[in-house]
């Protein structure tokens, strides 16, 4: 059969690897094989592979991150088929630190070096590198593809996926001259990342413009969870500044208002290794206290030498910012880094289409609830890859069940009459309008990140609704105008998911609805009906 998979992260390289074993694969990404999210990814991979770990435990800390919830079946997959696919990395070649290390990683008596993170109750997150794991298991993959027999097609970007009969049939890009291009497959597999790019500040990469769930919400499927987007607590707060691993934190670095005090203390019995998301709110309202200024992450109690030699990348991030971050502590605000949303899918990448399959950051499995543990995206992309790629036995793969039972509320948007596609040509400066804004992604970021951010409220939800409402994308031609346009389908997705969910849970935090809601869904989902996309008849 002809797979097409699109994205070029762990989860497609994964599934790319797997599948050309019995299948005739074309990968398509929208950049170079290595310019997505993973080869950004510091911390590394959570897997309970240590003598005094178990899948059992990894388990109950995935609950305990996602504020309870988080689909069981998706996280027991997830902990239990980890160690295998940890393995085949290793098998691979990945160089994952030994604790033969001269500066000692070793605390367990075992030879893979495990750091710890947020809400981790074990240390069990392996790195390469240091701080460079995802650089690591980007270079491998890329070597392991390149041995493979697979037609690999970079610079090419997703803007449609081919519906036909209600079954996807292939996918249109526009290829590496610009110009469009449609290409036929039995499967489709979406591994195109997230869309960290919906906020001004992001840890993502420039790619991650969430082409691929917008595409398969136009295409007519189901998506889930979009209220819940994780921002990270530490961003180096400088211009262009990147990710600070919370890797940093599980060694003993500790976040300090501007006076010096340590705030986290009085927000968590956890303090700095609470949940992602309550760190990154005791940020957010630290800040605030502060008139807006970061807060400060200090590690400087850390041994200089194992400081330099655990963080190598970050510790030349943060002497290229000016800062000798084993003397001073460094400045850090939250940013957007994870949508545990996305296009809805079972534990095998089964969406509702059939013919499409999802795995990654794109995908929503439910693994993640309300919010994601740390270093459970790249073990993600492994072990649902995987699956994803085996479970392709037939052209047009059977759609999944949705996940129904387990309180799943689909709901449908029309898409021409509640302004969800509106047409309205974009005027900055209207009443309803990003006033700041002179573009669409600029108005897109600014509506996000200031009205759909770490804290809502109704208010701020509606005007959001109506500010995205407002702004359109007519004729999409080059490859940035998809990316808006996509942007754009998710923003008014997220919005109305944020306004939908009144209450507050894991990552979704809203003002007005401060507590959990025991009686809310468990996963708000939505399709688009009539599906944008045009439904070719069959031949
Ligand atoms: C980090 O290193 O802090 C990021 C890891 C993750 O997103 O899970």
């Given at each position: 059969?002809?797979v097409?998979?699109?994205?070029?992260?762990?989860?497609?390289?994964?599934?790319?690897?797997?599948?050309?074993?019995?299948?005739?694969?074309?990968?398509?990404?929208?950049?170079?094989?290595?310019?997505?999210?993973?080869?950004?990814?510091?911390?590394g991979?959570?897997?309970?592979?240590?003598?005094?770990?178990?899948?059992?435990?990894?388990?109950?800390?995935?609950?305990?991150?996602?504020?309870?919830?988080?689909?069981?079946?998706?996280?027991?997959?997830?902990?239990?088929?980890?160690?295998?696919?940890?393995?085949?990395?290793?098998?691979?070649?990945?160089?994952?630190?030994?604790?033969?290390?001269?500066?000692?990683?070793?605390?367990?008596?075992?030879?893979?070096?495990?750091?710890?993170?947020?809400?981790?109750a074990?240390?069990?997150?392996?790195?390469?590198?240091?701080?460079?794991?995802?650089?690591?298991?980007?270079?491998?993959?890329?070597?392991?593809?390149?041995?493979?027999?697979?037609?690999?097609?970079?610079?090419?970007?997703?803007?449609?996926?081919?519906?036909?009969?209600g079954?996807?049939?292939?996918?249109?890009?526009?290829?590496?001259?610009?110009?469009?291009?449609?290409?036929d497959?039995?499967?489709?597999?979406?591994?195109?990342?997230?869309?960290?790019?919906?906020?001004?500040?992001?840890?993502?990469?420039?790619?991650?413009?969430?082409?691929?769930?917008?595409?398969?919400?136009?295409?007519?499927?189901?998506?889930?969870?979009?209220?819940?987007?994780?921002?990270?607590?530490?961003r180096?707060a400088?211009?262009?500044?990147?990710?600070?691993?919370?890797?940093?934190?599980g060694?003993?670095?500790?976040?300090?208002?501007?006076?010096?005090?340590?705030?986290?203390?009085?927000?968590?019995p956890?303090?700095?290794?609470?949940?992602?998301?309550?760190?990154?709110?005791?940020?957010?309202?630290a800040?605030?206290?502060?008139?807006?200024?970061?807060?400060?992450?200090?590690?400087?109690?850390?041994?200089p030498?194992?400081?330099?030699?655990?963080?190598?990348?970050?510790?030349?991030?943060?002497?290229?910012?000016?800062?000798?971050?084993?003397?001073?502590?460094?400045?850090?605000?939250?940013?957007?880094?994870?949508?545990?949303?996305?296009?809805?899918?079972?534990?095998?990448?089964?969406?509702?289409?059939?013919?499409?399959?999802?795995?990654?950051?794109?995908?929503?499995?439910?693994?993640?609830?309300?919010?994601?543990?740390?270093?459970?995206?790249?073990?993600?992309?492994?072990?649902?890859?995987?699956?994803?790629?085996?479970?392709?036995?037939?052209?047009?793969?059977?759609r999944?069940?949705?996940?129904?039972?387990?309180?799943?509320?689909?709901?449908?948007?029309?898409?021409?009459?509640d302004?969800?596609?509106a047409?309205?040509?974009?005027?900055?400066?209207?009443?309803?309008?990003?006033?700041?804004?002179?573009?669409?992604?600029?108005?897109?970021?600014?509506?996000?990140?200031?009205?759909?951010?770490?804290?809502?409220?109704?208010?701020?939800?509606?005007?959001?609704?109506?500010?995205?409402?407002?702004?359109?994308?007519?004729?999409?031609?080059?490859?940035?105008?998809?990316?808006?346009?996509?942007?754009?389908?998710?923003a008014?997705?997220?919005?109305?998911?944020?306004?939908?969910?009144?209450?507050?849970?894991g990552?979704?935090?809203?003002t007005?609805?401060?507590?959990?809601?025991?009686?809310?869904?468990?996963?708000?989902?939505?399709?688009?009906?009539?599906a944008?996309?045009?439904?070719?008849?069959?031949?």
């Amino acid at each position: 059969m002809h797979v097409v998979i699109v994205g070029s992260g762990i989860a497609g390289l994964t599934a790319a690897i797997r599948a050309s074993t019995r299948h005739d694969v074309t990968l398509v990404t929208k950049g170079a094989l290595a310019d997505g999210a993973t080869a950004y990814a510091q911390g590394g991979v959570a897997v309970a592979l240590g003598a005094d770990d178990s899948a059992a435990l990894h388990q109950a800390d995935t609950h305990g991150a996602a504020a309870g919830s988080a689909d069981a079946r998706a996280v027991d997959v997830l902990c239990t088929d980890g160690p295998a696919r940890v393995r085949d990395l290793i098998a691979l070649g990945v160089p994952f630190d030994r604790t033969t290390d001269p500066t000692s990683l070793d605390r367990h008596g075992d030879d893979l070096a495990r750091g710890r993170e947020a809400a981790h109750a074990r240390w069990r997150v392996l790195h390469a590198d240091g701080d460079a794991t995802g650089a690591a298991i980007e270079r491998t993959l890329v070597a392991a593809l390149h041995r493979r027999h697979v037609t690999i097609l970079e610079r090419t970007c997703l803007t449609d996926l081919v519906v036909r009969a209600g079954a996807v049939v292939g996918v249109d890009v526009l290829d590496l001259l610009g110009e469009p291009r449609r290409i036929d497959a039995d499967v489709v597999v979406l591994a195109s990342g997230g869309a960290g790019h919906l906020y001004r500040e992001t840890t993502n990469p420039l790619v991650a413009t969430g082409d691929g769930a917008a595409a398969a919400w136009r295409a007519g499927a189901v998506l889930a969870d979009l209220e819940f987007v994780q921002f990270h607590p530490t961003r180096l707060a400088v211009p262009g500044g990147g990710l600070v691993s919370e890797a940093v934190r599980g060694e003993g670095a500790v976040l300090r208002d501007a006076r010096g005090r340590r705030f986290m203390t009085a927000v968590h019995p956890d303090a700095e290794l609470a949940p992602r998301d309550v760190v990154a709110r005791g940020i957010a309202s630290a800040m605030r206290d502060q008139g807006g200024a970061p807060v400060l992450l200090d590690a400087s109690g850390l041994d200089p030498t194992f400081l330099v030699r655990r963080f190598p990348g970050l510790t030349r991030a943060t002497r290229t910012a000016g800062f000798d971050w084993t003397r001073e502590a460094v400045p850090v605000a939250p940013a957007a880094h994870y949508s545990m949303g996305g296009v809805a899918t079972d534990a095998e990448g089964r969406t509702s289409l059939p013919g499409l399959l999802a795995v990654g950051e794109v995908a929503c499995t439910g693994v993640h609830g309300a919010n994601r543990l740390a270093s459970n995206s790249l073990l993600e992309g492994l072990v649902f890859a995987v699956r994803a790629a085996d479970a392709i036995d037939a052209p047009r793969p059977g759609r999944m069940r949705l996940r129904g039972d387990a309180g799943l509320h689909v709901t449908t948007v029309p898409t021409a009459a509640d302004g969800t596609r509106a047409s309205r040509p974009l005027r900055p400066g209207g009443a309803d309008h990003a006033d700041d804004a002179a573009d669409v992604r600029g108005a897109v970021q600014s509506v996000m990140t200031d009205r759909v951010g770490l804290l809502r409220d109704a208010g701020g939800l509606a005007s959001a609704r109506r500010a995205l409402a407002g702004l359109t994308v007519p004729d999409p031609a080059g490859v940035q105008d998809h990316e808006d346009r996509a942007l754009l389908d998710l923003a008014r997705l997220v919005a109305l998911a944020a306004e939908t969910r009144t209450e507050s849970r894991g990552a979704h935090a809203r003002t007005d609805h401060p507590d959990a809601d025991p009686g809310a869904p468990a996963s708000y989902a939505w399709v688009a009906r009539p599906a944008p996309v045009p439904q070719e008849v069959p031949a």
